[in-house]
Nanobody, 125 residues
Framework: QVQLEESGGGLGQPGGSLRLSCAAS????????MAWYRQTPGKERELVAT???????NYADSGEGRFTISRDNVENTVYLQMNNLKPEDTAVYYC???????????????????WGQGTQVTVSA
C-alpha cells in the first residue's frame, strides 16, 4: 500500500505564501504521477497541479504563475508552493498519486489511485 499525508496548511493572508507538503510512505517505488487537488464545500474536487515522476509539471489556470509544484523523489515528497494567495484559494487541499503499471505495484499498491486526508488552507480577506 501507499499512504499520503499532507501538511503545511493553515491561515494565509492575501498576497502571502504557504507551502504544502505531501509525504508518501509504503511502497513508494510504485509512485507514478502525483498531483494536488482542492475542494470547497458543495463543489467538486478541482485539479490544481500535476507532476510526473520525471518532474514534468502542469498547472490549472487558477494557479498558473502563482503556484509551483515540485517533487523530491528521494524523500518521496511533493510540495505545492503557493504565492500571491487569494481568498479564492481557500479550500481543502488533497494530495493524489497514481501507481506505476507494473506487476509489482499491482501486488503491493493495488489501488488505482491514492489520496491523502487533506489539509485546510484559509486565506483571509
Amino acid at each position: 500500500q501507499v499512504q499520503l499525508e499532507e501538511s503545511g496548511g493553515g491561515l494565509g493572508q492575501p498576497g502571502g505564501s504557504l507551502r504544502l507538503s505531501c509525504a508518501a510512505s509504503g511502497h513508494t517505488t510504485c509512485l507514478g504521477d502525483m498531483a494536488w487537488y482542492r475542494q470547497t464545500p458543495g463543489k467538486e474536487r478541482e485539479l490544481v497541479a500535476t507532476i510526473t515522476s520525471g518532474l514534468r509539471a502542469n498547472y490549472a489556470d487558477s494557479g498558473e504563475g502563482r503556484f509551483t509544484i515540485s517533487r523530491d523523489n528521494v524523500e518521496n515528497t511533493v510540495y505545492l508552493q503557493m504565492n500571491n494567495l487569494k481568498p479564492e484559494d481557500t479550500a481543502v487541499y488533497y494530495c493524489y498519486a497514481d501507481m506505476e503499471v507494473i506487476m509489482y505495484c499491482r501486488k503491493y499498491a493495488p489501488k488505482t489511485e491514492y489520496w491523502g486526508q487533506g489539509t485546510q488552507v484559509t486565506v483571509s480577506a
